[in-house]
Each structure stands twice: as structure tokens, then as C-alpha cells.
Nanobody
Framework: QVQLVESGGGSVQAGGSLRLSCAASRAAVSSVCMGWFRQVPGKEREGVATMDRYGNMRYASSVQGRFTVSQDNAKNTVYLQMNSLKHEDTAIYYC???????????????????WGQGTQVTVSS
């Protein structure tokens, strides 16, 4: 079973940056769809970014141009670099893995079978 552990969340002022990490075990991040999602209490979980095995990325329109997903295969870790943060980016952020896909990764959370525990990101305005 794939295990995912996020880190890097915290509190930052609007306009600032954070980098989230997602360390994976029992699966290679380079061989599956990896996704980043976020959720605000009381709201549905939202897809933020995905990366496939060929390095193709997909972003939600709300973060396009501000967030960048990347991966380090040697560390088996996926990152989410978040720049120009806004108050509305405040949420719990999760990484997820979809071993059934290697390309055409989806931003819909029902595609993903394995999830990390989440990390809180708070952006003050």
C-alpha cells in the first residue's frame, strides 16, 4: 500500500511563498499520477495540481501561474511550490497517488486511491 507523508505547511502573509513536500513509499512517484488537493472545512476538496510520469502538469485555474508541481525521483518526493499566496489559498493540502494512471492525470479526487494526512496552509491577508 502506498504511503504518503506531507510536510511544509505553515502560516504566511499574503504574497508570500511556501513549498509543500510529499514523500512517498511503496510506489515510485515517477510511475503514477500524483496530485495535490486542498480542502477548506465545510467545502468540497479541490484539485490543485497533478503530474504524470512524463512530467506533464495540470493546474486548477485558481492557481495557474502561481503554483508549480515538481518531483525528485531520487528522493521519491513530489513538491508543490506556492508563490504569491492569497488568503483564499488557506486550506488543508493533501497529496494523493493514482496508481491506475500514468498519464492524463485528473484533478478530480475520486481518481486517487492513496492519500497523505494533510498539512495546513494559512495565509493571512
Amino acid at each position: 500500500q502506498v504511503q504518503l507523508v506531507e510536510s511544509g505547511g505553515g502560516s504566511v502573509q499574503a504574497g508570500g511563498s511556501l513549498r509543500l513536500s510529499c514523500a512517498a513509499s511503496r510506489a515510485a512517484v515517477s510511475s503514477v499520477c500524483m496530485g495535490w488537493f486542498r480542502q477548506v472545512p465545510g467545502k468540497e476538496r479541490e484539485g490543485v495540481a497533478t503530474m504524470d510520469r512524463y512530467g506533464n502538469m495540470r493546474y486548477a485555474s485558481s492557481v495557474q501561474g502561481r503554483f508549480t508541481v515538481s518531483q525528485d525521483n531520487a528522493k521519491n518526493t513530489v513538491y508543490l511550490q506556492m508563490n504569491s499566496l492569497k488568503h483564499e489559498d488557506t486550506a488543508i493540502y493533501y497529496c494523493a497517488a493514482d496508481p491506475t494512471r500514468v498519464v492524463s492525470c485528473r484533478l478530480e479526487d475520486d481518481s486517487y486511491q492513496y492519500w497523505g494526512q494533510g498539512t495546513q496552509v494559512t495565509v493571512s491577508s
